[in-house]
């Protein structure tokens, strides 16, 4: 199985500020992982996929990034609505596997 | 607009059994291969078992292999997943998704608001 490790497990940021969050498959996955945000109480959403085509709907201020094993979500100037939970998944092989994700909160 | 609705969940007691469904609705059904996704409280995701949408291909999570069966009735827009023997560690809330597209595997791109199981005595 595929783990993939995400960091930091925690972030605080301000507003405005920029957000750099990462994801390591343990294995080569090629450009196989997506990022998905969750709001508390709500289901997930689809941000990234392929590593760095944004979802339909998603606002430019997310990109994806990656070499080789480590990929990279960047949020570029932080929106209120942006303080949630990100998780990142990899679809190149059975089972499907997620991060633990990384908590993105207020400072 | 791709719509998914569970429901089914509840509280059941250690080794009992459950029937989740999902209602779709939004999209060409038939054509879309479809995954259960549980998430415990306070914890992350785990991928619980996919279906193609012909429903020749199954996949299941080692941790509930030979419990849990996936299904869908193409004609009903329905998605189901029978939980059996469930047990105290089987405790989340369970989601339907959606699979992007004709890749396996493949991202899932929307998924429902879930519902929940609880596993009690």
């Known amino acids: 199985e595929i783990v993939l490790t995400q960091s930091p497990a925690t972030l605080s940021l301000s507003p405005g500020e920029r957000a750099t969050l990462s994801c390591r498959a343990s294995q080569t996955i090629s450009s196989h992982l997506a990022w998905y945000q969750q709001r508390p109480g709500q289901a997930p959403r689809l941000l990234i996929y392929d590593a760095s085509n944004r979802a339909t709907g998603i606002p430019a201020r997310f990109s994806g990034s990656w070499s080789g094993t480590d990929f990279t979500l960047t949020i570029s100037s932080l929106e209120p609505e942006d303080f949630a939970v990100y998780y990142c998944?990899?679809?190149?092989?059975?089972?499907?596997?997620f991060g633990q994700g990384t908590r993105l909160g207020i400072k | 607009e791709v719509h998914l609705v569970e429901s089914g969940g509840g509280l059941v007691q250690p080794g009992g059994s459950l029937r989740l469904s999902c209602a779709a609705s939004g999209f060409n059904f038939n054509s879309y291969s479809m995954n259960w996704v549980r998430q415990a409280p306070g914890k992350g995701l785990e991928w619980v078992s996919y279906?193609?949408?012909?429903?020749?291909?199954?996949y299941y999570a080692d941790s509930v292999k030979g419990r849990f069966t996936v299904s869908r009735d193409n004609a009903q827009n329905s998605l189901y997943l029978h939980m059996h023997s469930l047990r105290l560690d089987d405790v989340a809330v369970y989601f339907c998704?959606?699979?992007?597209?004709?890749?396996?595997?493949?991202?899932?791109?929307?998924w429902g608001q879930g519902t929940l199981v609880t596993v009690s005595s």
């Open positions: 998944q990899q679809r190149h092989n059975w089972p499907l596997t």
């Open positions: 998704a959606r699979a992007a597209g004709p890749t396996v595997p493949e991202t899932i791109d929307y």
């Open positions: 279906i193609s949408s012909s429903s020749i291909s199954l």
